[in-house]
């Protein structure tokens, strides 16, 4: 097992790219070796050791390696980019891309994420306590697919286009979601616990399931009728008819 | 600037050398007989040396592509490099920025590339990027096939108004030779329609695309333009267009060549030797293809060759792209263009398990394992269309090894085997054909012999070294040794000047780029030029005096004269 | 002596009217006749910066200074900066942006365009959806229905109908405008609406839920349509689709009241589909009305030299590309950026407070021919010739037709290639290179 504790030195006011903040990357390595890894503060290039305090306790490979953050991180990109493995646990609010591309391990947030947080996710876990804003679990510009896999719970709200383009996996947002959820869906699921605005256009696949008020529908969906999930019964719909979609949305 | 290339394993097809250890000497940019003492030495030490690599069909610059651009931002971010001393950043995959162009081509070993097709309006934004890729020389072929002066002197029957209009539409668009896209689809497309077949009529202009076809052939001969009609068929994309190729090649009998070259080149064979009735049936007959190149004489052609994975397909043929985009459900861009063409953009995945992909992959190889003579077939990728460009070094190996090819057929879909002849076709290519498809026989049908394609004495001095000595490997078996010194040539040498070494970019000087300025009397223009200014007058939405492409764009020109008044080529 | 130019070309808005006479005497023009009033205003100039100026703080008063001054002072502003963006670029030719990309490049810098503000927008649903699209001459020629969303040409591109879309008259559109069907869709009844055979109100931010509504009806889904969409009814609704559908050609030409809006880009996203789906039955086009007269052209430009569009973030040295995060005002608003140069472009009459405010407190250089707003905030500003006036180039129209001005009269400034070449000599000795 290997413990790695990072706290911030200084306040950061430019965005530093720290995709080298990784159970992947971190496995096996000294203090000294985190210490000197590179990371970018807009056109300057750095060090980890440069921003942060680093500690190393143990050693072990990337399942093995558990990342213990403290400290304001709300300037801090790209934590966990690409983690296959371990864990990361963050106190504090964290800045855009955090588990882009994942597809192992888990994160957990106290605070809030910025945008693109489990940008085409493909595996693990990411548990934000605090707020979500824009693209949660979407994809990269241009490309059809968003999030494939894994799964993101939000405790508090998140902002508009929550996974866009998704393709597989599971988002469950307990508070409010900004418009246009689960847009160009193909396939997996959404729960949204409070409110939103026209889910589901142009999905093709997948379910959302919204428990609060949904302030505008879309006029692409057929009624189907009710249906009970989880002993709740909801007003069910599929669509989008325009791109002849199989998805579903529940609406209580 | 001396230089002087020793101990190399040349392969030279048009000066008939095949492997001899041959040294090439280099004066000012050209090959010359010999140097003096003084000149800077490179030992290839027994690897392969050939002429720099010629592309004859490839979409590198202009509105399309960089459609394609904007329209992929998935795309971009694949293949990204960051700027060094010497180079530009690096970005995309099948729709790379200018810098990678010029950068990835010359890493190849390549040194000339020439841009498949540009509207005569929107030249100015084709030579906009040309002038911004970086070492290669390059051109530009012009679409002539649905244009409106065009379709009024074929129905008049007017040739001479005919080629004194395209004479003109390359000088206005600095254009190297005559491309046409599914003649008079293009127009119809302005509608939203298509032609079906040759002898369809296109409605208003009242003329056929075999009559369109055959006329820019005699045109194109009374100019005596380097290259010959550039063909991109009719139905093209529709299961069953094999025959409507079969019968455009047929057209090229009515006319005599002006030069020792064809008279039509049909291009990218991958999307036009389709057989079948429909997606259920569909079928490769690109050995019908190839049993007419090697029954006929004044044709040749180029693979088109399907590669998985990513690609974009971009091409004049705008109901192709819509209909593309309708069964692909992919993103679509149309760019119709003014009484000109019409033209799309629509992403693609080639994928091993899909049927038709698989039958596609393998046309491109039967095509060029099946015609006999290889300077009758091209090799190209339609870049990027079948595939990005930077494959080719996949594409030779394929050809040259069966087994890689029998390796590959395991991982496709089934219908590789039942609709197609390529798992028993057991012939593999030499270094000696390679050199044709890829340097002699593109110099040749682009009319380019004099310096391209060759190492003969008053060629340019491109020439590319590649890691491999060809006494000592077996292609058939170390494929994967063939690819990867293809990918990354050893030196290559542009204009004398050694611009890669070791796959690395090591200089990157601007290269040239070659149009066609044909002379036609100066009466004949100035009676066609009346119905092109009426043309402005009423239907162009801008003006003739701001239409054709200034000098500004073209700071690097190599003019080809061409024309009814002989001129020789200088 | 008075000099004439005729066929001359309009440096104002993305119509790119290229069919001006110019009478100019003695290096002053005084007259552009063919120009609209907007066109015409620009052409006869107003408001020049006279020479370089600086200022030690935003509170004090500016002091002229050399040109050598101004350009040391911005390159080390601009080489010193972690997090420099450069912003602007629609009034000027694509050969000035081709040295505001190496500048950028050199510095690891943010380069970003007006666009951001307006079209923007356009660019990520075409990411999305594509465009189907065509040159202005084919709707001259062809079309029979021609759609406003969203876009008001009578006041931001006065000649757009006459020249292109509502009276010209073409091939297989003798009639001109007697041959049309115009119609508005907008929130409010515009003075093109005035104009328009039909006029639909959209209520406010409903333009998305419309668009998907006219997409239903028109897949053969009317049915699970409601009443009423965005106040507006269905039987409109199904009306609309039948006019689109029963076009010869139609063209949609959209504007800032769709890609500001509710939903923003994808607005555009939806329009692009439906546009897409109208092709299956007949045939369709849809063009933005860009702005400025060379909006278009710095997007063409960054994408074939970057790959991406705009709002390229070089920080890392490779290309980056995220609007949302890379993109002017995403900086600004975080501020992030600690130094900025505008150029050809108003940061000051068209950003946010926030970043405005931002702007205020961050050195700021600003490259431009004319006082604007963005000179309230600048601490160095470089006058520069007037790009399409006095400066030859290139311009690509709002339907990425590329033209080349020609001069009009000698500048009596240096021109905007001059200066980025300077700054970036002097940036490269800063940083020792
Ligand atoms: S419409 Fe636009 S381009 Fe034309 S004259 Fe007016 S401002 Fe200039
Ligand atoms: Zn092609």
């Known amino acids: ?252 | ?570 | 002596m008075a000099t004439v130019i005729t066929d001359a070309l309009c440096p104002f808005c993305g119509c790119v009217c290229d069919d001006l006479t110019i009478v100019t005497e003695n290096n002053k023009i005084i007259e552009a006749k063919h120009a609209c009033k907007l066109g015409a205003a620009k052409i006869m100039g107003h408001h020049r910066i006279k020479a370089p100026m600086m200022r030690k703080d935003k509170h004090s008063d500016f002091k002229e200074v050399s040109y050598d001054e101004a350009i040391n002072e911005a390159a080390a502003i601009l080489a010193r900066s972690k997090r420099p963006l450069l912003y602007g670029w629609a009034s000027a030719l694509c050969e000035v942006h081709k040295k505001g990309i190496l500048l950028a490049e050199e510095l690891g810098a943010i380069i970003d365009n007006t666009a951001t503000v307006c079209h923007g927008p356009s660019t990520l649903a075409v990411h999305e959806k594509g465009l189907p699209s065509s040159t202005l001459g084919q709707i001259k020629n062809r079309a029979d229905v021609v759609v406003f969303w969203g876009s008001n040409p009578v006041q931001a591109h006065p000649r757009h109908m006459g020249r292109y879309s509502v009276f010209a008259k073409g091939f297989f559109s003798e009639k001109g405008r007697k041959g049309r069907k115009i119609i508005v869709v907008d929130v409010r009844k515009t003075e093109t609406a005035n104009i328009a055979d039909e006029y639909i109100q959209v209520a406010q931010g409903s333009d998305y839920l419309v668009l998907s509504a006219l997409r239903a009806i028109l897949s053969g889904h009317a049915d699970v349509v409601p009443a009423a969409v965005g106040g507006v009814s269905k039987e409109q609704l199904s009306k609309l689709v039948d006019t689109m559908k029963t076009a010869r050609f139609g063209a949609v030409f959209f504007g800032m009241g769709l890609t500001q809006s509710k939903s923003r880009y994808k607005n555009i996203d939806n329009a692009i589909s439906l546009i897409t789906e109208l092709n299956s039955f007949t045939k369709y086009v849809i063009m933005p009305m860009r702005g400025h007269y060379n909006v278009t052209g710095f997007g063409q430009v960054c994408s074939w030299e970057t790959g991406f569009a705009t709002a390229v973030d070089f920080a890392r040295g490779a290309p980056y590309y995220n609007p949302g995060e890379t993109a002017a005002n995403d900086l600004l608003m975080r501020k992030e950026t600690d130094a900025a140069m505008i150029i050809a472009g108003d940061a000051g009459a068209h950003f946010p407070a926030d970043s405005v405010r931002h702007l205020a407190k961050i050195p700021v250089v600003q490259v431009d021919p004319y006082w604007n707003p963005t000179t309230e905030v600048a601490n160095v500003v470089i006058p520069v010739a007037i790009c399409g006036v006095e400066v030859e180039g290139t311009a690509y129209r709002m339907d990425g037709v590329s033209l080349r001005f020609r001069k009009m009269i000698e500048p009596t400034h240096p021109t905007d290639i001059e200066i980025l070449e300077k700054i970036t000599e002097r940036v490269k000795e800063i940083r020792g290179e």
């Open chain 1, 1 to 252: 097992m290997q413990t790695v504790t990072i706290k911030p030195k200084k306040e950061i006011r430019i965005s530093v790219e720290a995709e080298n903040i990784s159970p992947d990357k971190f496995a096996g390595k000294t203090e000294k070796d985190i210490l000197s890894m590179e990371a970018w503060m807009g056109n300057h290039k750095t060090t980890l050791g440069e921003l942060f305090s680093v500690m190393v306790e143990g050693s072990g490979p990337a399942a093995d390696t558990k990342i213990v953050m403290d400290g304001d991180f709300s300037r801090i990109k790209r934590i966990g980019e690409g983690m296959t493995a371990g864990l990361i646990m963050i106190k504090g609010n964290v800045d855009m891309h955090l588990g882009a591309k994942m597809s192992g391990g888990k994160i957990s947030v106290t605070g809030n994420v910025d945008s693109w947080a489990g940008r085409e996710m493909k595996g693990g876990e990411l548990i934000i306590e605090g707020n979500a804003a824009y693209y949660l679990g979407a994809g990269y510009r241009g490309e059809t697919c968003g999030m494939r896999g894994g799964k993101i719970t939000v405790l508090g709200s998140a902002l508009d286009f929550l996974g866009e383009h998704m393709c597989g996996g599971e988002i469950i947002v307990k508070g409010n979601a900004g418009i246009l959820p689960g847009l160009s869906n193909n396939g997996g699921k959404i729960v949204i616990e409070g409110n939103t605005s026209r889910p589901g256009s142009e999905m093709a696949k997948g379910t959302i399931i919204v428990n609060g008020t949904v302030d505008e529908m879309m006029p692409v969906f057929k009624a189907e009728g009710t249906e009970a999930v989880d002993g709740i019964t909801y007003r069910k719909y599929t669509g989008d008819v325009i791109v002849n979609g199989k998805g579903v949305l529940y609406v209580k």
């Open chain 2, 1 to 570: 600037m001396e230089l002087l290339i020793k101990n190399g394993a040349v392969y030279d097809p048009f000066n008939g050398i095949a492997g001899d250890k041959t040294d090439i000497s280099i004066k000012d940019g050209k090959i010359v007989d010999k140097v003096s003492s003084s000149a800077s030495v490179i030992d290839a030490g027994g690897r392969l040396v050939m002429s720099g690599g010629v592309d004859a069909h490839s979409h590198i610059a202009g509105a399309k592509v960089n459609v394609g651009r904007i329209m992929r931002p998935e795309d971009t971010r694949s293949g990204i490099k960051p700027r060094t001393k010497i180079t530009r950043p690096y970005t995309g995959y099948t729709v790379p920025n200018v810098y990678a162009m010029g950068y990835r081509y010359a890493q190849m070993g390549y040194t000339t590339v020439f841009e498949a097709a540009q509207a005569i309006m929107k030249a100015r934004h084709t030579h906009e990027e040309l002038e911004e890729i970086p070492i290669i020389d390059k051109g530009a072929l012009t679409l002539f096939g649905s244009n409106w002066p065009t379709m009024d002197y074929v129905r008049e029957k007017n040739m001479d108004k005919l080629a004194a209009y395209v004479a003109w539409g390359l000088l206005a668009s600095r254009g190297f030779g005559i491309k046409c896209v599914n003649p008079g689809g293009g127009e119809m497309w302005g509608f939203g329609k298509n032609v079906t077949g040759l002898d369809d009529v296109v409605p208003n202009f009242d003329v056929t695309p075999a009559q369109i076809i055959v006329s820019l052939m005699k045109a194109n001969e009374m100019l005596g333009l380097p290259h010959s009609v550039h063909l991109h068929c009719n139905n093209l994309g529709k299961p069953g267009n094999y025959k409507t190729t079969l019968a455009s090649m047929e057209l090229a009998k009515q006319v005599k060549p002006s030069k020792d070259r064809q008279v039509l080149h049909v291009t990218h064979i991958t999307f036009n030797c389709w057989g079948g009735t429909n997606w259920g049936d569909f079928e490769s007959k690109a050995d019908e293809i190839a049993n007419y190149l090697n029954n006929s004489e004044n044709v040749t052609t180029d693979m088109g060759q399907l590669i998985f994975g990513s690609a974009t397909t971009m091409t004049a043929d705008g109901p192709v792209q819509y209909a593309n985009a309708k069964l692909l459900h992919a993103k679509w861009a149309n760019g119709d263009v003014e009484l000109e063409d019409a033209s799309g953009v629509v992403p693609i995945f080639y994928a091993r398990q899909v049927s038709i992909h698989a039958i596609m992959w393998a046309m491109g190889l039967e095509l060029a394992l099946l015609t006999k003579d290889p300077y009758k077939v091209l090799l190209t990728t339609d870049h990027p269309n079948g595939g990005p460009f930077v494959n080719y070094p996949e594409v030779i190996a394929l050809l040259m090894s069966n087994k890689k090819r029998q390796e590959e057929i395991k991982t496709l879909h089934e219908a590789v085997h039942k609709r197609t002849k390529i798992p028993g076709i057991e012939r593999e290519l030499d270094f000696n054909d390679i050199a044709i498809m890829t340097r002699a026989g593109s110099a040749k049908v682009l009319g380019l012999l004099d310096t391209k394609g060759h190492l003969g004495v008053g060629a340019d001095a491109d020439i590319s070294i590649y890691d491999i000595k060809p006494d000592q490997i077996d292609p058939s078996v170390e494929h994967a040794k063939i690819k990867s010194a293809f990918q990354s040539a050893a030196y290559t040498i542009k204009g004398g000047e050694v611009v890669v070494k070791d796959g690395q970019i090591t200089a990157t000087p601007m290269g040239r780029t070659f149009w066609v300025d044909a002379t036609v009397p100066e009466e004949q223009t100035e009676i066609m030029m009346k119905d092109i200014r009426m043309k402005f007058k009423n239907y162009y939405s801008i003006s003739l005096a701001n239409y054709m492409v200034q000098d500004a764009y073209v700071t690097h020109p190599k003019v080809v004269k061409a024309g009814v008044i002989p001129v020789e080529v200088s």
